[in-house]
C-alpha cells in the first residue's frame, strides 16, 4: 500500500469521525449499508440464517452495480458486502473494485476459506478499509 493510499485512509475515516458524522446524524442521512450479494456459500453451518437458502437466486451484476450506484447517488459512505459467502460469486473482485474506486469505504463479511492469491493481490493494493474486521466466526 502506498503512503498517499494509505493517507488518504486516514483522511476518510478521521473526517467521518467528526465533521461529517454529525451532519450525517442531523439530517438523518443513510451513511452505511450492509448489502447481502449473495446467499451462496462454501459452508453449510447449522446455525446459519441462510441455511435452506443457499440455493436461492442471486442478484445479477449489473442489478448489483445499478443498488451501488443509487447508494453512491445518497451519499453512503460505509458499504458492507456480505452473504452467504461473497467470494462464491466469480465477479466478487469486479463488484469490490466498483465500490473502491466509487470512493465507499468498503468492509467484507467472509468465513475467508475462499481467499485465494488474486483476492490477497488485489486487497494489497485496494485494501479493505476495516481489514480487521473480515470475520471467520462461520465453521
Ligand atoms: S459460513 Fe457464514 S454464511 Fe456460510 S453457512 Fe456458515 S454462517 Fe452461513
Redesign the pocket.
Known amino acids: 500500500m502506498d503512503d498517499l493510499f494509505s493517507e488518504k485512509i486516514k483522511m476518510q475515516v478521521l473526517d467521518f469521525a467528526t465533521d461529517k458524522r454529525s451532519l450525517w446524524e442531523k439530517n438523518h442521512q443513510l451513511y452505511s449499508v450492509i448489502f447481502e450479494i449473495t446467499p451462496k456459500?462454501?459452508?453449510?453451518?447449522v446455525?446459519?440464517?441462510?441455511?435452506d437458502h443457499?440455493a436461492a437466486e442471486e442478484l445479477s451484476y449489473s442489478d448489483i452495480i445499478r443498488i451501488i450506484d443509487v447508494l453512491y447517488e445518497k451519499e453512503v459512505l460505509f458499504l458492507t458486502l456480505t452473504?452467504?459467502?461473497v467470494f462464491t460469486r466469480s465477479d466478487f473482485l469486479d463488484i469490490y473494485l466498483y465500490a473502491k474506486k466509487k470512493g465507499f469505504i468498503v468492509e467484507i463479511y467472509t468465513?475467508g476459506a475462499l481467499i485465494n492469491d488474486e483476492i490477497i493481490k488485489v486487497f494489497s493494493k485496494y485494501p479493505p478499509i476495516i481489514s480487521r474486521y473480515i470475520f471467520i466466526?462461520?465453521?
Do not use: S, V
Not at 41 to 45: D, G
Open positions: 456459500c462454501n459452508f453449510n453451518c446455525h446459519c440464517y441462510l441455511h443457499h452473504g452467504g459467502d468465513n466466526w462461520c465453521m
